[in-house]
């Protein structure tokens, strides 16, 4: 029992220390993280903001072209290892030629905490209750 004690204070204090910290302009994150991976990006789309109880979502969409899946499955790690609360929530994967070539898409999004009873803001959408919520580190 001790020792699952231990474990999830673990969890807990990492998941505050990860919430502690702004998570960084997605886009630029995105483009930064990718050219150090050697990848280049086609095109950055920014979603709508979401707000939901305690935490503020960001997202972005990223198109990858004719990339290696090295490269790829490196980016996402990067993304995915971020000191903040970042996570890729979608990836599509398309393979239209012979080889090691494929067009990637991600969705990558940021959580973060909002003041202490901050709703929702202007122009900002609101997420619904249920199922809602920033990830899990």
Same mark, same amino acid.
């Given at each position: ?35 150090? $991976? ?7 789309? !920014? ?5 939901? #109880?305690?935490? =503020?979502?960001? @997202?972005?969409n990223v198109q990858l072209p004719n990339v290696n899946l090295r490269p790829i499955i490196d ?27 494929? $067009? ?7 959580? !973060? ?5 901050? #709703?929702?803001? =202007?122009?900002? @959408? ?12």
């Open positions: 029992v001790a020792i699952s004690n231990r474990r999830d204070d673990f969890r807990r204090e990492t998941a505050e220390r990860r919430y502690a910290t702004k998570a960084p302009a997605l886009g630029s994150f995105v483009a930064a993280t990718a050219r150090d $991976n050697q990848l280049t990006l086609r095109e950055v789309t !920014d979603q709508p903001e979401e707000v939901s #109880g305690r935490y =503020k979502r960001r @997202a972005v980016l996402m790690a990067a993304i995915e290892n971020s000191p903040s609360a970042v996570a890729i929530e979608q990836i599509q994967i398309e393979h239209f030629q012979a080889g090691d070539q494929y $067009n990637v898409k991600l969705g990558v999004a940021a959580y !973060d905490r909002t003041a202490a009873g901050g #709703g929702p803001t =202007k122009n900002v @959408a609101t997420r619904p209750a249920s199922g809602a919520g920033p990830p899990r580190p």
